[in-house]
Structures are given as C-alpha cells and as structure tokens.
C-alpha cells in the first residue's frame, strides 16, 4: 500500500475539483490561487521524478521544512510516492531540541526554504548524514537543486508499494513532558487514521477543510475534501489574527476547521465581540489541550449550522476518543466543574481504551497490568489499528510506553483518568503532573477545575512541593480588580467546599502562564513548580 494512492483515485474520481487554496492579500481581501485535484496529482508526480532523479530513494528519511503553501502537500504526498520516509519535526520545539531531533534521525534528503539550508552551514553535525538537497528558491550550492527544476520532469508516476507496517513517517512529539520522540507511522496508520475521521464527521467530497495543523489536510485531501491554507503561522498558532481567519473561512465557506484551542479560542472572542456567525462551519475541532466549557458556550452562537468537537489522543495514537461541544454542555459539563475531570467522549471506532493502575515503571505484558474498575482513576492505556508500534532509536523509551498484548500493542498514553458507567473517558490530568501527598494523590485537571470557578482566575495550575499541594493563579481582568490577599482568602475558601482540594490552602500567583511549543495551550506545569520551589512566586 501507500497512502498516495488515496490522492491518486481522488483525482481519477473529481480531476477538476479544487483540491487547494492558498490566499494572497490580506483581511481586507484576498484573492487565492488554487490548484485542483489533476494539477495537484501532475505536481506530485513530477517532484516525485525530481526527487528520485536529484538521488532521493525508497527508505531514505526527508527532513521537510516547507511553509504551508501550494508546495507543501504536492511534496509530502511526493516523498511519499517514491516510498521515502518524510520527517515532519515542529519547528517550535526550540534549536537545542531541534539540532537534537535532526541528528538523531540522520536524514539522507532536505527538502526545506533558503534559511534552513544556511543553517545546514552553520551546524553541520547535525545535517552531516544528508546526501541529497531541494531548495524552494534561492541560492544553491552543490549538488543542490531549486524546487523549480523539478517540474522539468514528467507528471506520470507509479508509486512505490509498501508492506503496511514499513515505515511512512516519522513525527516528532512536541516534548512537553521529556524530550521530543520521533513517533514511527506506518502507511496502514495513515489509511485507519484517514477511515476514523471520515467515519466520525460523515465526511465526503462536498466538504471543505481549514486546518491549523498543516497536517490534518493530509487526510481531508485524501478524501477529496478542499483544503483552503489559512492565513497563519502553524507554529505560534496562539498568535493567529482571528480578523484574517474569519476572511478566510467567510470566503471559502470552509465547514470543517482544525487546531489548537488557543486558534479558536481567539477566533471565538473576536466572532462575539463583533457579532460575526460562520454559518458554512459544520465542525470546529479543537485538539491538543483540555477545551474550558466557556469556549463551547462561546460558539453556540458563532455556529448556527454547526458545533464544536474535541478529539482526544496524542502523536502516537491519534485519534483514541471525541466528544461534542453540545455533548459537552448537555451532559458532562456540570461534572467538569465540579471536579469530576474532563470527558472526552467514547473511544473511536476500532480504539479500545482500558484504565489500569499507576505503575512507575515499564509494564512488559498486559497481564501484568491490574485494570481497575469504572469510577477509577488511573493510567489510561489504548489499543487499536491507530496506535503507532515504536518511537526512531528510542528503545528505551518504547518499552516504556508499550504494553504487549500476544501480537497486540497498547499504548501507555501519559494521562491519568477514568472510566464511566456509559463508556466514556475521562482526563484528569498528566501523569508527570500528578502530586503526591500525605492523604494521596491529587490530579490536576480536578482540583483546578475548582478555582478555575472563581469569575476572577482565568486558569490555574497545581503544583507541589515536599508533597504539599498548592495552586498557581493566573488572574483575568477581573481577578486583577481585586486584592491579592482577598482572592487568596476567596479562592482558598471556594476549596474548602471540595474534598479533593479541601487541603489545598497556598496560592501563588503568574502573570502569564507558560505553554507548550506546538499547540500553545498546556500549561508547563512543571516549570512553574520549579517557580515556586525556588521562590520565584
């Protein structure tokens, strides 16, 4: 198999369907170029001649770092076609963790803009594994060539066929609890990744995609859906212009969109401010971080034909369960504030997920493993055909995070959190993040739940030092109209009502909370620990 065929029958299917947009302008009007489905396959095909014909193979890994653009998906679903391995690292991960990524791949192509190839100059151990070159424009050297040259060469390409379990891709995880892992998918992941979603959205050709994840166009255009490249920079998605994005969707009637909430988020406040609707939205799906219930509340009004989702998973095993935002306000929300977690629906089709009990340690088998019942908080656990097998070089860190099942794989996902009588899952937090204390252990997503109730805390972390809980505030404008010390008495009484944070009595106060690279919406819980331990709070 190889997941460019999917794009391949699309395009025998609906060849003069768009396939791309891509706007150029700005807010105040954009006109967009745009590429259907026959021009899309005949660019694919002939950068796939180019790239075999510049030296690049099957097997071979190709560090991509193109900018979301008409080029990006032409040479994902290219490196792809010749059965090469692209390598897809976040830039955001910082250059320390990048450098590190890069040389423990050791990719043999570079496929990437002007200044990525300079940087090759400058810290050449970590590109000194690479062979072959393609530059999008500029400069070349060597044996380098322009991303031009190789629409020289013929549209007509036979891809390359692969077992379903060889490698595809190698994603690197953001790195928000440890360093970033490169996550090994296979094209059979890609396939089963590509059905789960088109099953969970009833999604067809008729609908039309914005995704903040440059990524998640991969699927749609597989399932001959237009992807329309918003107006943004994926790698500081909190920094995205709502005013841009709304022209965006406004003019493509785009009806599925994706990201990370810290996108809508942004979008949703400036859509009520200014009494905008997105009546051509069916789905707004926010994924990444744990959705506040305000931003549901937020859209109920934004989207008259559509509602909010929230899938839940992580690199390796994507997607693992959803929810809907009306779901959400209907039958879980309530529960969410009072501290029972945050429900993220029923696991998908094909995923099974088990809660099993926290282990500090590898678990080899999974009868090793104690599953706990309904109600029970502990590790979560998920097995299923979108589960990745492996972490690149990480032998270690696999054995780790895999439970081994006779010829089965479950995932060990990080996350604390339970079961409900009605199947659905529910996340209390990270397993990095769980605080010891005297009276047991304290999960996060719980206990700050209850301060996060309080109309002047914009949102809260909980953090531990000697194994004494405590709370970090970060206020909103209302929270900063009122004395330090009266919040302080507010907030440690509001706790007082719950038995889970009845002994949660220090609060320390942040200005701005500190992130994750990628999505830029969780919070780096343990950093701001080490604040407080060093009396930086």
């Known amino acids: 198999m190889n997941i460019a065929d999917n794009l391949t029958n699309i395009s025998d299917k609906f060849p003069n369907k768009t396939a791309v947009r891509f706007p150029v302008g700005n807010a105040d009007g954009y006109k967009y170029e745009d590429l259907n489905f026959s021009e899309l396959e005949a660019k694919i095909n002939k950068y796939a001649n180019g790239l075999k014909k510049t030296g690049f193979k099957k097997g071979q890994k190709v560090l991509l770092f193109v900018r979301p653009s008409l080029e990006f998906h032409a040479l994902v679903f290219a490196i792809f076609k010749i059965g090469a391995v692209p390598l897809l690292i976040d830039p955001g991960m910082g250059r320390k963790n990048l450098l590190n990524a890069i040389k423990e791949v050791s990719p043999e192509g570079l496929v990437a803009e002007p200044e990525v190839h300079f940087l090759s100059l400058i810290f050449r151990d970590a590109f000194k594994s690479v062979q072959n070159k393609v530059t999008t424009k500029g400069l070349t050297w060597g044996k380098m060539r322009k991303l031009s040259d190789l629409l020289e060469c013929s549209d007509s390409f036979e891809a ?74 994926p790698s500081k998605p909190s920094k995205a212009d709502p005013r841009k994005l709304v022209r965006n969707i406004l003019d493509t009637k785009a009806s599925f969109v994706a990201g990370s909430p810290a996108i809508w988020e942004g979008l949703g406040e400036y859509c009520r401010n200014n009494k905008i609707t997105l009546p051509s939205v069916k789905y707004l799906v926010m994924f990444g971080a744990p959705v506040r219930n305000e931003i549901h509340h937020m859209f109920k009004d934004i989207l008259p034909n559509g509602t909010t989702y929230t899938p839940y998973g992580a690199t390796e095993s994507l997607p693992v369960s959803n929810i809907s935002g009306r779901e959400v306000l209907e039958k879980t929300a309530k529960l969410t504030e009072d ?15 088990k809660i099993i009990k926290y282990v500090d340690g590898p678990i080899p088998t999974l009868n090793q493993a104690e599953e706990l019942g309904v109600g029970e908080v502990g590790e979560i656990i998920v097995n299923g055909d979108v589960v990745t097998r492996s972490y690149l070089n990480a032998e270690k860190e696999t054995n780790s995070a895999k439970i081994y099942d006779l010829d089965q794989i479950w995932h060990r996902i990080g996350d604390m959190g339970y079961m409900d009588e009605e199947g659905r899952l529910w996340f209390c937090g990270r397993k990095s993040h769980k605080v010891e204390t005297e009276s047991g252990p304290l999960y996060t997503i719980p206990c700050e739940a209850i301060f996060n109730n309080h109309p002047g805390v914009r949102r809260s972390a909980l953090v531990e030092v000697n194994k004494i809980p405590k709370i970090v505030i970060e206020r909103n404008r209302v929270g900063k109209t009122i004395p330090k010390d009266k919040l302080r008495s507010e907030l440690v009484e509001l706790a007082s009502r719950h038995e889970h944070t009845k002994n949660i009595k220090d609060v320390f106060y942040k200005k701005t909370f500190p992130v994750d690279v990628r999505h830029n919406i969780k919070i780096d819980r343990l950093k701001i620990r080490d604040e407080v331990q060093k009396g930086m709070l």
């Not at 501290?339 to 997920?353: D, I, S």
Request: charged share 20%.
């Open 160 to 233: 390359e066929q692969l077992g379903e379990d060889e490698m595809a891709a190698i994603l690197f995880t953001s790195g928000g609890t440890g360093r970033p892992k490169g996550v090994i998918y296979s094209h059979k992941i890609f396939y089963e990744q590509t059905r789960v979603l088109k099953e969970l959205f009833s999604l067809d050709e008729n609908e039309t995609d914005l995704p903040g994840f440059p990524l998640f166009s991969l699927f749609t255009l597989s399932m001959g859906m237009t992807s329309v490249i918003p107006d943004m920079d």
């Open 339 to 353: 501290g029972k977690g945050t429900c993220v629906g029923t696991p998908v089709p094909g995923t099974k997920a």
